[in-house]
């Protein structure tokens, strides 16, 4: 079968739905649980280091793989420098992205639930203290959570079988403004909040006894997975852009308001955690704690909640679409199977492992991973083992492997424009900066430093 790749109507077009792909749970639940346990300022301020060094250049990289080849991560490599063992890669972001998504599937069941008992009236109304219970209470319901998550599951592969086109880029292109704004209305809320200056001093004030080896690659780790980067996901992604876009701008534009969503949600979320007396440290239950009552503090409450676990629901599916395309495309162009054969496998794959991560605060708790539930284990091994290797094949490959002039026509399109400076610093971050960074933190994990 002859694998038809649709380039996106309009440069927006592609880069609304590269933004849709990016922005996600990353930003709205991780970031914020995670600069919560890292201590804050500091914490992100190493984030938006990573960012500024790995993130934007390794998206970049990715970019220039993808449409310089209109193919995934293997086929790419096989053209661009054939007999290359980096092809092999592709295994990793593969592999990767089918454990991420599945652990990721089960926050989006979360959310589905908040969504319904906001529908249904149920949500507000309650004590802080008692927020925390009810969401103990939901993940340690094995039903109701594998329910919830298989219905995502059932939603987002639904989408995916009508293509790529009508799916990503319609949901993307309509529902992200939306959120933008509703974050903008949340965050102005939580400033107004009675002590919300504590919430913005814990986010801001940087603090380096705070953070710690763990914040370092908790922070590299995040900005890997909020750009979505390491997984091949932007190649494939970059694979469907179209030879004119302007590859630097569109890495920029991109991870400037990914990031920004991130900064966002912390306004959001540490005001209130501090007005309320909440502990910051509360991992990944800490946004299920405090959005309640944040909508509690809006007039029409019920009627915030619904849209914004609407609005989070679609930016977390158009995440998981581009998750679970990395694994179709790749089925695909490795085995010339159909698009319904390969969405097929990926399906089962993925709900096999968000089934066993949504039991793991209840039925499989007492399974243990590096000290770990196995939800909180993905959640350490995806971004900040998978994410980190594939970001450093990708630098090594780009910035040592592949010729100057592919680097140098797909930033430039051929010469059309200028891209000395940018070239230069993306060039030098892959070569040095990326590897030995990415390098330093294995040798941390093995205990070597
Ligand atoms: N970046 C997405 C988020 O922040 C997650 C993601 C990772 C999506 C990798 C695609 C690929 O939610």
């Known amino acids: 079968m002859k694998n038809k790749r649709i380039g996106f109507a309009t440069r927006m077009g592609a880069v609304a739905a590269t933004v849709g792909s990016a922005v996600g749970l990353g ?210 992604f970059s694979s469907y852009f179209k030879d004119d876009s302007n590859l630097m701008k569109d890495a920029v534009t991109i991870s400037s308001l990914d990031t920004l969503v991130a900064i966002l949600a912390g306004i959001m979320i540490f005001p209130a955690v501090f007005s309320f007396e909440l502990e910051p440290n509360a991992g990944p239950k800490l946004i ?19 849209l914004f676990f609407v609005l989070l629901f679609f930016a977390s599916i158009t995440s998981t679409i581009s998750l679970s395309e990395i694994s179709i495309a790749f089925l695909i162009d490795e085995y010339k199977i159909s698009r319904m054969k390969a969405i097929a496998i990926t399906a089962t794959l993925m709900t096999i492992v968000a089934v066993l991560s949504a039991l793991s605060f209840s039925t499989l708790s007492d399974i243990q991973l590096l000290g770990r539930n196995i939800f909180d284990f993905l959640d350490f091994v995806g971004p900040n083992i998978f994410m980190l290797l594939g970001g450093l094949v990708t630098a090594v490959y780009v910035g040592w492997v592949l010729k100057k002039d592919v680097i140098h026509n797909q930033l430039t399109n051929g010469g059309k424009h200028k891209a000395s400076f940018v070239q230069a610093y993306v060039v030098f971050c892959l070569r040095y900066i990326a590897p030995v960074a990415i390098v330093i933190i294995f040798l941390y994990y093995i205990g070597v430093i």
């Open 27 to 236: 930003n709205i639940w991780r970031f914020p649980y995670q600069a919560g346990e890292n201590g804050g300022g500091a914490y992100i301020l190493v984030y938006l280091i990573c960012v500024l060094l790995l993130g934007v250049p390794i998206m970049m990289s990715e970019f220039v793989i993808g449409r310089s080849t209109h193919k995934s991560m293997k086929g790419a490599v096989e053209q661009l420098t054939p007999g290359s063992p980096f092809k092999y890669f592709a295994y990793i972001g593969v592999l990767g992205a089918l454990l991420i998504c599945g652990y990721y599937s089960v926050v989006c069941g979360w959310v589905i639930e908040y969504l319904w008992s906001s529908v249904s009236g149920n949500l507000l109304g309650h004590t802080t203290e008692q927020y925390s219970q009810i969401f103990n209470t939901f993940v340690g319901n094995p039903d109701r959570c594998v329910l919830w998550t298989l219905l995502f599951l059932l939603l987002n592969f639904l989408v995916l079988s009508r293509g790529v086109e009508k799916g990503i880029e319609r949901i993307a292109n309509v529902m992200m403004p939306f959120l933008f704004l509703l974050l903008i209305v949340f965050c102005v809320n939580s400033l107004l909040l009675p002590d919300s200056d504590e919430g913005m001093e814990f986010l801001f004030d940087i603090d380096f006894d705070d953070l710690g080896w763990k914040g370092v690659v908790d922070a590299m780790g995040q900005s890997f997975m909020s750009l979505s980067l390491g997984v091949t996901c932007l190649i494939t």
């Open 288 to 306: 299920f704690e405090i959005l309640p009552t944040i909508f509690q503090q809006l007039p029409g409450g019920t009627i915030w909640a619904v």
